[in-house]
């Protein structure tokens, strides 16, 4: 009986779950099957149709003329905008200014000695070492306008996001309302945040500081609230049975409970206006990020890899001290007061004794001896590698001809397929696709996402820029994947993989592009690498991390029944780890695009390309369309491949 | 609504804790189910059908006496964790009435409450509710940092309460470094530092290995004997129940089954779901010699060895069996009655009538509040009582305890109707 009744009952089940998805496709396919013809006779053809499209560069380009005319004019401007574009201006020159009176020597110290009071000698030596490679690659000056940004970008971003992070954290309301929000804002690229803030303030600092800030606050934001939201409820509640009053229960038991969170928002947020404050140089950051947009655009390599590594170093020794410092809270442990004192006391006197002995022997810039040039033979080695690995290496091919090869046999069929296929065919496949991982809700999303993007009148361009991505994500699935397999069942390939994958997740998004121009040429191949060696570390990390959380007990009881690797992989570990599979495509998902957009820099076309376009030419209108569709792509993307809220929503 | 709780208030002693008809409903508009008699009549199956919500706790009524350890105790699910909530309203009562030293709970203030939870009820938690960024010295402290006190000052009363729960030495460290049982001495600590009048324990030795936890239990009965401080402790443990209590109100779905003191809940179970609960505990080591004993004859009145009334059977039965005759129950140099081999084996096996030996008509004046009548009929539980069961109280402890109505129950007259709501069983 017992033997019988179990496989009855899970092909019930079975049945029950494929009637589900089943039950789904036929409710769209009678709506296709009704719908379809129709749109079909009305407006033949693949692409969308022109008579759908609302043209909105004529109102968008009177607009961008409107602000530039009213800047100097409109209460607006004057008493809002231009107080916040004056106090950004204020506020990074003033902290510019103090670095560069602060001597490289004063700032290398300062570094070294923050590092080592949070973190120890290593990292320390580290920072010291960082900062002294900036230095030695002539990268001094630009290191410190980046850095000179950064500090305020990071201010303005905690502060915003910390206030944010309250509200949602203590407000029920203002959580339900700034959720989605700070969600949506998450999955967007970079890129699309640029020209917003562009047609408001222009091209210049304060433009690229408010597009950090924007895109650097929501993290701090959202980790906040959580923080709030994850406080212990034994403690809260122990807090008021002793009869604290609201302030006292914030400010001594939810916020410092909440600290490890909220030292981790600051973390990412210092991580993302680094990516952001780099990728804003294209609206006037200036600094690191503009020289390795200027070597780019004329794709000398070595310049542009004199100016990357600093900005790698930065993200390193950034990522690394305010980790440490989220370790130490975690661990709690903290010197007596009267020491820590005498401690800093004694720190600041060495500071303030270095500083002052580089103003006195006059040593306040970086000296032009210690420079090492390192452009030219980067370049030396790329032109031999032009000359010897692009192609013609025998067997294996070189690399211009694989992204070739790619681009021809994978990026074009793809391109042209998705180009080929009727609009509301893609339409049908983009909402049931959406409807069989998520719910009716994020496929009603996707799709109306997708169909803003034809409204918008850049169909073509985004399916170009969507079979780049698609193509991205698909050899980023696989070798993940794979990576993380092999690093969840082998101890040493884990060993081997941390570190690397530890340095590929603080680099900036641009940072990518310059071994793969280096490496592949200008082109969509070389975008599409760039947006796989970027998103590939995430992707390996959440699966694996996904693998080794596999409940051990139910891997015992495999084991203990004689099922192979094999059997184990794929009949308990993937099944179990099936939401940590689903996420990591979801943010696979969301950061091939962030950089395929960036790709537009080096040959990738399509919205990217308008983007760029538009902020060279100051044609926003173009720019703005395509900004807008790069947010619709990212929404539609995000909501097609999310699942977690319904399964969230059943466990709860 | 048939629930009246005898009043028990001995003139000497007012109660600390007044609760009257206390209900909490969970739930879309929780306020119409204790009103409606329809509503409230209805068992939890019922009431979720029909209304959506869950009461949690149904019509209790208590007084806890100045000094005395109330124990309630139940299963999980029972309502005796959101009960004690109720007392200092961390969980919001939705009916009934509370009164601390006579002032109504539920009338206070925001001000009032605060002042109630920062200076005469503390509470301990079964997960403790520390906080992981403190160190012991400054979580002990906590509550009278809450208070306003100095830094110096609190620092200094908190280190004498840190010795106080013997964790000297450790005032440095933090949670995380602690063990389960030293992390609840910080929390047991933490309470005491705001001198409450009373204590409120929630579970609090409930996530501990056992050997710990009877630590902690000894740790609870040495700090009460010490200061006398009035406890209201919640328990699902009966062998905890049973050794710390002066009584003990045994909850079931939100009711109160049965009130009164280890002797009566052991002796006279009020229905057999209490029955059930106390059937594996060693009667001989609850029971008192009070239960076991009858009337002296004038042959018994001479010789034989003596024990206090307040001793337990089992005690009695180590001296019978050495002198080989009964024994005399002796108080204040008074033969209230003797014990003997039959009367004592008749409590063990529990075929004895509780109600059976008539009483002397002295009750001792000294044994406190007269508990009320337990209205179960006295019956012959089946069950071998005597068995060696876990839930062992020790000696010791279950007549060290006893003050409150130690030998205070009185043979049922006439049934009268349950104390608490025992129809819902």
């Known amino acids: ?652 | 609504m048939t629930l009246t709780v005898p009043t028990r208030k001995p003139p000497t002693d007012a109660p600390v804790f007044s609760v009257d008809g206390l209900w909490k409903v969970f739930g879309p508009k929780a306020d119409r189910v204790p009103a409606d008699p329809e509503l409230s009549a209805l068992d939890a199956a019922g009431l979720r059908a029909r209304t959506g919500c869950t009461a949690a706790v149904r019509d209790v009524s208590f007084d806890v006496l100045k000094g005395e350890v109330f124990v309630v105790m139940g299963l999980s699910g029972s309502g005796k964790s959101t009960l004690v909530r109720c007392l200092t309203r961390l969980i919001e009562p939705t009916a009934g009435t509370i009164a601390i030293d006579g002032e109504d709970v539920r009338a206070m203030d925001k001000g009032r409450l605060r002042e109630l939870r920062r200076h005469r009820a503390a509470m301990v938690f079964q997960h403790f509710g520390l906080l992981p960024h403190r160190t012991v010295l400054d979580n002990v402290a906590y509550g009278l940092e809450i208070q306003g006190v100095g830094r110096s000052e609190r620092r200094e009363r908190a280190a004498e309460v840190v010795a106080k729960v013997g964790l000297e030495g450790m005032e440095k460290r933090r949670p995380g470094q602690l063990s389960g049982g030293q992390r609840q001495r910080v929390g047991l600590a933490r309470a005491l530092a705001v001198d409450p009048e009373v204590l409120l324990f929630d579970e609090p030795f409930s996530a501990l290995d056992p050997l710990i936890r009877r630590d902690m239990q000894e740790e609870v009965v040495r700090l009460h004997r010490e200061e006398g401080r009035t406890m209201v402790f919640i328990t699902h443990d009966l062998s905890e129940a049973l050794k710390l209590g002066d009584r003990i109100a045994l909850m079931r779905d939100g009711r109160v089954v049965q009130l009164g003191t280890p002797e009566e809940i052991v002796g006279s179970p009020a229905d057999d779901y209490v029955r059930a609960f106390v059937r594996d505990v060693p009667r001989e080591q609850v029971l008192t010699v009070r239960t076991a004993m009858r009337p002296a004859s004038a042959a018994d009145a001479a010789g034989g060895p003596a024990v206090r009334p307040e001793a337990t059977v089992a005690e009695a039965i180590e001296a019978v069996a050495r002198a080989g005759t009964a024994a005399r129950v002796v108080d204040a140099g008074r033969c209230l009655g003797v014990v003997d081999s039959d009367t004592l084996l008749g409590v063990v096996a529990g075929t004895a009538d509780p109600a059976g030996p008539a009483r002397p008509d002295t009750v001792p004046a000294g044994a406190g509040a007269p508990a009320p009548a337990v209205t179960a009929p006295p019956g012959k539980p089946g069950a071998p009582g005597a068995g060696p069961a876990p839930a062992a109280a020790t000696p010791e402890a279950a007549s060290g305890a006893r003050t409150a109505g130690a030998g205070g129950r009185r043979a049922p007259a006439s049934p009268t109707p349950p104390r608490t709501g025992t129809e819902a069983i």
């Open chain 1, 1 to 652: 009986m017992a033997t019988l009744s179990v496989p009855a009952s899970r092909l019930g089940a079975d049945r029950l779950l494929r009637s589900r998805a089943l039950g789904k496709l036929l409710l769209l396919a009678l709506f296709a099957a009704v719908l379809a013809p129709w749109a079909a006779a009305r407006w033949p053809g693949a692409a969308w149709p022109h008579a759908l499209t609302v043209d909105l560069s004529g109102p968008l380009a009177s607009a961008s003329d409107w602000v530039v005319d009213n800047r100097d004019s409109h209460p607006l401007f004057l008493y809002f905008f231009g107080y916040v574009s004056n106090a950004v201006v204020l506020c990074v020159r003033a902290v510019y200014l103090t670095l560069l009176a602060a001597g490289w020597a004063g700032v290398t110290v300062f570094g070294a000695l923050v590092a080592w009071r949070v973190a120890g000698v290593r990292l320390a030596a580290g920072t010291a070492a960082a900062f002294l490679a900036c230095g030695a690659l002539g990268m001094w000056v630009p290191t410190m306008q980046t850095l000179a940004l950064m500090v305020v970008a990071v201010l303005a971003s905690l502060a915003l996001g910390m206030l944010l992070g309250l509200a949602a954290g203590l407000s029920d309301r203002l959580d339900r309302a700034l959720r989605p929000v700070l969600d949506t804002m998450q999955v967007l690229p970079a890129f699309a945040y640029l020209l917003p803030v562009v047609l408001v303030f222009g091209i210049g600092v304060p433009a690229a500081v408010l597009a950090t800030v924007v895109y650097a606050a929501p993290p701090m934001a959202r980790l906040t609230s959580l923080g709030l939201r994850a406080a212990d409820p034994g403690v809260m509640e122990a807090v008021a049975s002793l009869g604290a009053t609201f302030r006292q229960r914030l400010l001594t038991a939810r916020l410092p409970l909440a600290r490890k969170e909220i030292m981790l928002g600051v973390n990412q947020t210092i991580m993302m206006a680094l990516s952001m404050a780099v990728i804003a140089s294209m609206i006037g950051a200036g600094g690191l990020g503009d020289r390795v947009y200027q070597a780019l655009a004329s794709v000398d390599v070595g310049a542009a890899l004199a100016a990357g590594i600093p900005i790698v170093l930065l993200a390193v020794v950034l990522d690394r001290v305010t980790a440490a410092v989220g370790e130490r809270l975690g661990e709690g442990a903290e010197a007596a007061p009267g020491r820590t004192a005498a401690r800093r006391a004694v720190l600041a006197a060495v500071l303030a004794a270095v500083v002052l002995l580089g103003r006195l022997t006059g040593a306040l810039t970086w000296p032009g001896g210690w420079v090492a040039d390192i452009a030219a033979p980067v370049n030396t080695a790329k032109d031999w590698m032009v000359d010897h690995l692009y192609s013609g290496v025998p067997v294996v091919g070189g690399t211009a001809d694989w992204a070739a090869h790619f681009t021809t046999w994978v990026l074009d069929p793809i391109r042209d397929g998705l180009q080929g296929l009727p609009w509301w065919a893609l339409l049908l496949v983009v909402a049931a696709v959406a409807w069989l991982i998520g719910t009716w809700r994020t496929a009603l999303t996707a799709t109306l996402a997708m169909a803003a993007i034809g409204v918008l009148g850049v169909w073509k361009p985004s399916l170009d820029t969507l079979s780049q991505v698609l193509a991205a994500v698909a050899v980023t699935l696989v070798i993940g994947f794979g990576a993380a397999v092999a690093a969840a069942r082998s101890a040493r390939c884990e060993r081997m993989l941390r570190p690397v994958l530890d340095v590929c997740q603080t680099m900036p998004q641009f940072v990518y592009l310059i071994p793969v121009v280096a490496l592949f040429g200008v082109g969509r191949a070389p975008a599409a690498a760039a947006a796989v060696v970027y998103a590939l570390p995430a992707v390996i990390r959440i699966v694996g991390q996904g693998l080794r959380q596999v409940d051990p007990g139910a891997l015992e009881a495999a084991r203990s029944l004689g099922a192979t690797g094999a059997q184990q992989l794929w009949q308990v570990q993937l099944p179990l780890a099936r939401r940590a599979l689903l996420l990591a495509v979801n943010q696979c998902v969301v950061l091939v695009l962030a950089v395929v957009v960036v790709g537009g820099l080096v040959g990738g076309g399509a919205l990217g390309y308008n983007v760029v376009f538009g902020l060279a030419q100051g044609d926003l209108a173009t720019g703005l369309v395509a900004g807008a569709a790069i947010v619709c792509l990212g929404l539609m993307l995000d909501r097609v491949t999310q699942p977690v809220e319904r399964h969230v929503r059943k466990g709860a």
